[in-house]
């Protein structure tokens, strides 16, 4: 470390902010004391997770020092920062310090996976808190052109640096790698990603690498390899809350609902307290056919998360969609003046006020203004062809046109709605199970639905059949006809990956090719992925602060993680 690093460090904190998060009042007071002592200018503190978890949300901190244990709320400091770092709101330049008389080995090694830059055992000494945070801040400060190169986009720069990072052993090596194989994520690179993991897991076996394995896995487009790899995970570390979450999703890109949910339930049940896994569970409930039970999550997730940043709005239209189905009038109503609320924050944002105008018409179903309801879903049947419109709102159209349906009401036009949504969004069998699960209350749409899957499949399928029949010209040039017409994603992938295998065989290879990377643009690959509700922060992952998008500060870095 250079001597300037080390006079950075050593600078004066007048102008850094603090938050300390403990309710015993005498520890509390302890650590506000030892901040100031250090010259920390603006010290704040809350006694409670979801005070603290409010004002990390929205506020960006420099320290935070938390307690693990808060007495008879059972919410910890770990299910705080949990929630944080799977949701990119701990910044880069935040130290984070659990502060705990708890000494056990699993603590501190749960500790250690999280987005932790120490770990402060009670009863402690000032000198051990500054040596706690002169380390954290020495890393962040040795990680500064590895970071400064993401900021500008320069990722190949960056990856680049953590690799001759982790090949020397330098300061942090273990760090860079992650960083590095996150990178290599980013920009699809998964066979390279894992490799890296591997290479780690080689080095010095921890969870994240072997973790990061299988994400890499997932990625690449092999969901059974990702379980076989996360189920060995699991059984070596019962606790990493993490795999649970991947290994749902592998499982629920299969299509194995009935596992994914089990799954989920395990994931909830170790962090209950966790917005982002409850939300999950629900909406995997809710899609299983379990309304009476998705009902109770959902509800419980809209009481506990509505305030927070984590929160997806679709919880509420899906929840809207349980009480309806309950003739519950009061409970929808609660649903649309939560929606209300969120508008107040969210106002300008295109899916909230989308998803506002579902429960709206889900109100006037159940004041019988079916005139009015009748228009509402119109105007959404209209947009079905539009970029803007995706899975979700085809799911939640069909969800409502289901409803007006089951109350003998339907539009003359509705079959071909239902056709169009089903050609389009039928990319693989989990999504057109979940598409028939939206109009499982209308199982004249449902199976409509299902035949629509089969006819996207046999047009797959006859492409593969001139492919191997000696043709790839042939089954590029059709699959590329039924992708522009119904937008499909499935078959625009399809056509690409016959271009790759035939490419020797193709007539006018440039010129598909060329067209196929244009629908690929508009209509997919991403499409072609399962998930639930709108995707957040990948399990396992780390947030790559980047110079192209535009953030709010608390949303703005790199979550840090104690890896070494």
């Known amino acids: 470390m250079t001597n300037l690093e080390s006079a950075q ?5 007048s102008s850094a902010s603090a938050l300390v998060v403990d309710s015993n009042p005498t520890s509390r007071a302890i650590l506000v004391n030892q901040l100031r002592d250090f010259g920390v200018g603006s010290v704040s503190q809350c006694t409670r997770v979801v005070d603290a978890r409010r004002q990390l949300e929205f506020k960006t901190f420099d320290i935070v020092l938390c307690e693990h244990h808060f007495g008879k709320d059972s919410a910890t400091g770990q299910d705080l920062l949990d929630d944080l770092r799977r949701n990119q709101l701990l910044p880069f330049s935040t130290v984070f310090v659990m502060v705990t008389g708890e000494a056990s080995y699993a603590k501190v090694a749960e500790a250690a996976e999280s987005a932790l830059d120490g770990y402060l055992l009670k009863p402690h000494t000032a000198t051990n808190l500054g040596d706690r945070l002169f380390q954290a ?15 500008v986009d320069d990722f190949k720069r960056a990856a680049t640096l953590c690799m001759e990072r982790f090949e020397s052993r330098g300061q942090f090596w273990l760090y860079a790698a992650r960083i590095g194989a996150e990178l290599l994520m980013r920009i699809e690179k998964y066979a390279d990603a894992q490799r890296l993991y591997e290479a780690v897991v080689a080095a010095k076996t921890v969870p994240w690498a072997k973790l990061g394995v299988a994400r890499s896995l997932l990625g690449s487009g092999e969901p059974t390899r990702a379980i076989s790899t996360l189920e060995n995970l699991i059984a070596e570390d019962p606790t990493y809350a993490d795999a649970y979450d991947v290994l749902g999703r592998a499982q629920f ?13 395990m994931a909830c049940t170790m962090t209950p307290h966790s917005v982002v896994r409850l939300q999950n569970l629900g909406m995997m409930t809710y899609y299983s056919g379990d309304r009476a039970e998705a009902e109770k999550i959902l509800g419980k997730t809209a009481r506990v998360g509505l305030d927070s940043k984590m929160f997806d709005p679709q919880t509420l239209v899906l929840l809207a969609f349980a009480r309806l189905e309950n003739n519950d009038r009061k409970g929808v109503q609660h649903c649309q003046d939560d929606f209300i609320k969120l508008l107040e924050r969210h106002g300008d944002n295109p899916r909230y006020r989308r998803l506002a105008a579902i429960v709206d018409a889900l109100i006037l179903i159940l004041d019988r203004q079916f005139a009015r309801s009748v228009d509402a879903v119109r105007d959404m049947a209209a947009r079905v062809m539009e970029p803007s419109f995706d899975f979700e709102s085809a799911s939640n159209l069909l969800a409502l046109m289901g409803q007006l349906a089951n109350k003998a009401i339907q539009l003359d036009e509705v079959d071909r709605v239902v056709d169009t949504l089903g050609m389009r969004f039928c990319t693989s069998r989990s999504l057109a199970e979940l598409l028939a699960g939206s109009a499982a209350v209308y199982p004249t749409y449902a199976e409509r639905i299902r035949l629509r899957n089969a006819q996207v499949l046999k047009y797959a399928e006859n492409a593969m059949t001139l492919s191997m029949g000696g043709n790839p010209t042939a089954a590029v040039k059709d699959l590329i006809a039924h992708g522009e017409e119904t937008q499909n994603a499935k078959l625009v992938e399809t056509a690409y990956l016959v271009l790759q295998r035939y490419a020797a ?8 090719t060329a067209v196929v990377q244009e629908l690929r643009t508009r209509f997919g690959p991403a499409s072609v992925r399962p998930t639930l509700g709108e995707p957040k922060r990948e399990a396992g992952a780390l947030r790559l602060r980047t ?8 949303d703005e870095a790199v979550a840090g993680s104690t890896v070494e």
Do not use: H, M, N, W
Request: charged share 40%.
């Open 9 to 13: 460090i050593e600078d004066d904190l």
């Open 137 to 151: 801040r020495q890393r962040k400060i040795s990680l500064q052109d590895i970071f400064a190169a993401i900021e």
């Open 253 to 265: 890109e299969l299509g194995r609902f009935d596992r994914a949910l089990d799954t989920y339930k």
């Open 505 to 512: 065989k193709v007539e006018d290879l440039e010129q598909l």
């Open 547 to 554: 110079g192209s998008r535009s953030v709010e500060p608390a």
